[in-house]
């Protein structure tokens, strides 16, 4: 009886009755929203947002950052797993000098970081040659940091706070419509900043953009009770370590950090469960006893920007979160008693729609270090084992590549850009979106004082400022 009740009620339905669309309409009535006025708004207070609105404050801008979730730092504190990359790549070229490539705010925010105990430090990459250097970063305290950061920069920090549209003048962007428990409002400003990962803003104000759904999503959790140097050492004498790198790990300098397992070397059970839930073997710590970020994987049929689509993918993730919980429990010494002790809000996502600019990075420009007239930083890291930058150098990230097409007076930074999708995978990495961050909210801050749309900023006044704000170029 029982079974067959349960078997009967809506517990079980796959919400397909929901899913039809009434043929109704219903029309909202107008209603007279209140105004806010800044110099610049930045859009999603994310890995990248959280820069640039950072710059933009530093400007002397008056600066808003919108952000839906609780706090800021997004993917960074979500789904990344070591930050890739503040160095160039140095290590498989002998030879070549080490160098910090990425400063500036990224850098500033290690420090603080550092200060607190929440960092690996630069660790080093003992095995493994996609980077040289391991940044693992304590994904609560980055939080704390990023708004304690924002607020001392003077910014007004937005978190709750969701964008659902823009109000635009011809082809400028005249403000955006945001919603919060304190209700819906209007900010005005004079330049515009996307942050928000899906483009959200951009798509709101038009511009031309491509959903290539061509990434698996994840939602990569934290697991309590695990002891990594186990799993290391159970990999270790199988010659299975793919990836291992040293830093501080609970206060205690050379620890292993990362560490990339090869399953092939697993039984075939393990191997046959982990390729159904799509397991990535790389993971990374600053703690004993935590493994800060476990994924797997699930590839959507459907883009990342449909409702539906990703409320299943959701319930799917957390499935596989705990298939891969019994995994690590069955196979792994030291993990018999591990725990999920902390999942991502939603979904990870490596791109969803992707911006188009003036200016589109390809792949060659990444492996042929390429370099620009209107280069606003520089970069070395690929994340595709079988490409490098050449010759371990870094390439120029052109600031025509952060204008959206058609519209006056909007900047992009982060995952939204990009359409090749190897080139993508030296663009999207964390480090790579915050130093766009600090080129968009320092030429947003610069455009609006000056009252100037983006592509009328001259290149002289935005390097002058970058390099004031610590960003590295090469000579
Ligand atoms: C599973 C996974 C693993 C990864 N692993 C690595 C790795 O190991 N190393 C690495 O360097 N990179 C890694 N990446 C890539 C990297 O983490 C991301 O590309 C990068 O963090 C994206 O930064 P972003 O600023 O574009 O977006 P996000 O950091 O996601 O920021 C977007 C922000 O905008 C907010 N937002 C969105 N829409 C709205 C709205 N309408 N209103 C208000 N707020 C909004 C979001 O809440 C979010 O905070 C990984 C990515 C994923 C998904």
Redesign the pocket.
Known sequence: MLGMGLMAGPANSDQSTFHNVSEDYYEEPVKKLPVRKFDVVV???????VVSAIAAARQGAKTVL????GYP????TE??????SFFNNWKPFPGVKKRQVIRGIPNEIMERLDKIGGWSGFGDMTVGHRDSTNTVIDTELYKLVAFEMLVEAGVYVCVN???VGAIMDGSRIKGVIVESRTGREVFYAKSFVD????G?LSFFAGANYTEPNDYSV?N?FGMGNVDIDKIFKYFADRDGILEHAEGRRSGVEDMTIRVQGNFMVMPDDFRREAKNIGLQSATTTVYDNYLMFV?ANLKLSVSPTDRDAVAKAELELRKRQYKTLELFRKYFPGCKKAFIARTAPRL???RGRVIACDYDITHEDVIEARHFDDDVFVYSYHDLFRFMVKGGGTYGIPYRALIPKGIENLLV????ITTDKRAHMST????N?MGQGQASGTAAALCAMKNIGTRDLKYADLKKALLEGGVYFES
């Open positions: 859009a999603g207070g994310g890995t990248a947002g919108i952000e839906m979730k730092g997004g993917t960074v789904g990344g797993t070591t930050l890739h706070t969701l964008l942050c928000t990962a899906y959200d994840a990569a994924k990870n996502i490596r930074s982060g995952m939204l999207r990495n964390t480090v979106c």
